[in-house]
């Protein structure tokens, strides 16, 4: 973002901005929550998957971020977790994917959330899966969702011909969605294929 953030995204409350020298010179992101926010949120210690790495539990403090963030559209939340996610996949060496929208509901919604959140991030993405189906995972049973048909298809295959790839999303639930992007992408040539999320349900 070009203009400072000076009051917590969440609460309001005025941040207390101090940049010191370790600051500039690792080139963090400035905080956009208050510590008290920040403290409601869980992070995972213990990783529950061996191929993706989620960052947080899906707490009421969480659920109250996403149903803010995605569904009353307040896009300036994208930022809320702009520094974590800039620490966390700053090195990242495998091009990073977002799971994208289907057409229907980006027009509904008017942003795309992952991208946002990775744009905010300051973390470098490329597009290469289109959303084929417009219905909503978050409203099926987990036996419908395991049995999901393949929810993408890819595009730019020699662009991720032998490439490592990391996929993003904002929270994995049954990993039905990740799991779709990653046999599409493998079958499209890619070397190797790991999931991120900022949160695990």
């Known amino acids: 973002m070009n203009k400072p953030i000076m009051h917590c995204l969440l609460c309001e ?16 992101l400035p ?19 061996d191929w993706v790495m989620s960052l947080y539990y899906y707490n009421e403090a969480m659920k109250d971020f996403l149903h803010r963030y995605k569904f009353l559209h307040d896009v300036i939340l994208a930022n809320a977790f702009n520094k974590i996610l800039h620490e966390q996949l700053k090195n990242e060496k495998r091009l990073i994917i977002p799971i994208p929208m289907h057409p229907e509901s980006l027009s509904v ?32 049973t987990r036996e419908q969702r395991l049995q ?11 662009e991720i011909k032998d490439k490592n790839l990391l996929i993003m999303d904002d929270i994995y639930t049954t990993g039905t969605t990740l799991k779709h992007a990653k046999k599409a992408l493998l079958q499209a040539g890619a070397k190797t294929v790991r999931g991120f999320t900022l949160i695990h349900g």
């Open 13 to 28: 409350r005025e941040l207390q901005h101090t940049i010191g020298w370790k600051e500039l010179l690792s080139k963090t």
């Open 31 to 49: 905080q956009t929550i208050c510590p008290r926010c920040e403290q409601r949120f869980q992070r995972i210690d213990q990783q529950q998957e």
């Open 109 to 140: 919604r008017t942003f795309a959330h992952i991208d946002e959140l990775l744009k905010a991030a300051d973390i470098p993405f490329a597009h290469h899966l289109v959303k084929l189906s417009n219905e909503q995972q978050s409203l099926k």
């Open 148 to 158: 999901t048909s393949q929810l993408f298809a890819v595009t730019g295959q020699d």
